[in-house]
């Protein structure tokens, strides 16, 4: 992948007035309008019909629209078309196959407005902590100026999250990391109770809601569930949730941040699995004619892996690290001996003990498996084990040692 074709985001708290929010939100409420409306004429479209309607002629009916509609008239023509701009590019990659068809886009939830063709003066500071933005009939909106704003900025997208939180974030190439060139591997294994293994032996954990705040998180999720949908106690306490979860996520995001450029600083090969989360991550509760087995098992699971942030670290990583971050199959790679290379499923004693009954080898699982993770992306073919993918094939465990 180029470097000149990773854009990234440099995201800051927006501090609108009051006024300026409900102007805002009517920003957001015409975005979703537009988005919804492309999404219909999507949906009516079947084999044998005319295909559906592109961004240009999209964009033709919206001035149509405009002319017509007071209230889509006294919106923002740009927030408008780059509505219809980011759906035809989620069609795009939905027939590419990496995401899903874009769907319905619902009051409250994904809010947020892009704004394009910025100029240099539509961004300024005030005071050290303390800068302003121009949004088109809005005015200047203040955000805290919390680290640099990265220059030539043409682009940004204003968002606001279910704890009711404003953000403006500018698209940006960030600079990659650099390598330090000292020729280093790492292996890193992601889990749950260990959230990453690194082959040095480091055990880093994601952070999450302390005891006192899962406390009071299970105390709003009962209190929500009494409440009546639609009244304002309802709305009250949908909001307090949505606080603390917002808190547990931007502890993850920072996590992940940190983390990943001390990885990308330190080592010059970052080795990963090739996990697939979006299927070790789907639901088991199946159909009425075929229930699933051990669902509430399962959804902690899930849980239990999206908490430990496994996508964003690796996405991250490869953002910092263009070219230096290495996928490896996760076969065999938590029941493979780091020592010997001996294959042997019973040797992992539980979740965090390993110890290999070939050659005596003993360590924490998850850094066992980390080894074997940087050994594979080192090299994809050993001539003592064979294939990686296929397993060992000139070497088993020995049954004198075995039976010691």
Known sequence: MLIGSLIGVSRYRLQPSPAQE???LEHCGHARYVWNLAVEQHAHWKPGR?????????CRQLTEARAESAWLRAGS???????????????????GGSHRRPAWRKQGRGEGFRIVAAKAGDVRRLSRHVGEVRVPKVGWVRFRWSRAVPEGVKSYRVTRDRAGRWHVAFAAIPEPVPAPGLGEVVGVDRGVAVS????????????????????RLRRLLRKLARATRGSNRHAKVKAAVARLKARESDRRKDWVEKISTDLAQRFDVIAVEDLRIRAMTRSARG???????KVRAKAGLNRGILAAGWGGLVRRLEDKAPGRVVR???????????ACGIVDRVARESQARYRCRSCGYACNADVNAAR????????????????RDAGPEHREPQPVLLSV
């Open 372 to 387: 074997n993770i940087a050994h594979a992306a080192g090299h994809a073919v050993s001539a003592r084990e064979g294939p």
């Open 22 to 24: 409900q102007a805002l």
């Open 50 to 58: 005319r295909s559906a309607p592109g961004f240009a002629e999209q």
């Open 287 to 293: 159909t009425v004619e075929v229930p699933g087995r």
């Open 328 to 338: 490896v199959s996760p076969v065999y790679t938590s029941q493979r001996c780091s």
């Open 77 to 95: 023509v740009i927030v408008q078309q780059q509505a219809l701009k980011d759906f035809a590019q989620a069609m795009s990659t939905f027939f």
């Open 196 to 215: 990453a293994a690194l082959s040095t032996g480091e055990m880093l954990h994601a952070p999450g809601l302390h005891d006192t705040e899962k406390a």
